[in-house]
């Protein structure tokens, strides 16, 4: 089985910095894109940020400028560095990463961390 495991979360003032860390491990052959989601109080959930293998990143408009996301594939780990944190970036936030657990067959499944709590509070 294959686990990912999320630290970092935690309470923050607006304009403060959090760093998220989330750590793949088990039965992994290769990790395709990595990813973080975040899921407000009475919101969909919504793809904050996304790294590709050779390290190509996508942001959502609203974290652009402000969140880093970057991967240590010798650690099979993705980050998301938060900066200039705003009320609305409360929710729990949730790393995704698709895996191809077999070597020549290119089948990607997806897995979730457990998600971690980020609150944005004065």
């Known amino acids: 089985q294959v686990q990912l495991v999320e630290s970092g979360g935690g309470l923050v003032q607006p304009g403060g910095s959090l760093r998220l860390s989330c750590a793949a491990s088990?039965?992994?052959?290769?990790?395709?894109?990595m990813s973080w989601y975040r899921q407000a109080p009475g919101r969909q959930r919504e793809v904050v940020a996304a790294?590709?293998?050779?390290?190509?990143?996508n942001y959502a408009d609203s974290v652009k400028g402000r969140f880093t996301i970057s991967r240590d594939n010798a650690k099979n780990t993705v980050y998301l560095q938060m900066n200039s944190l705003r009320p609305e970036d409360t929710a729990v936030y949730y790393c995704?990463?698709?895996?191809?657990?077999?070597?020549?067959?290119?089948?990607?499944?997806?897995?979730w961390g457990q998600g971690t709590q980020v609150t944005v509070s004065s």
């Open positions: 088990g039965s992994i052959f290769s990790i395709n894109t």
């Open positions: 790294i590709t293998s050779g390290g190509t990143t």
């Open positions: 995704n990463a698709d895996i191809q657990r077999q070597p020549l067959v290119y089948r990607l499944y997806p897995y």
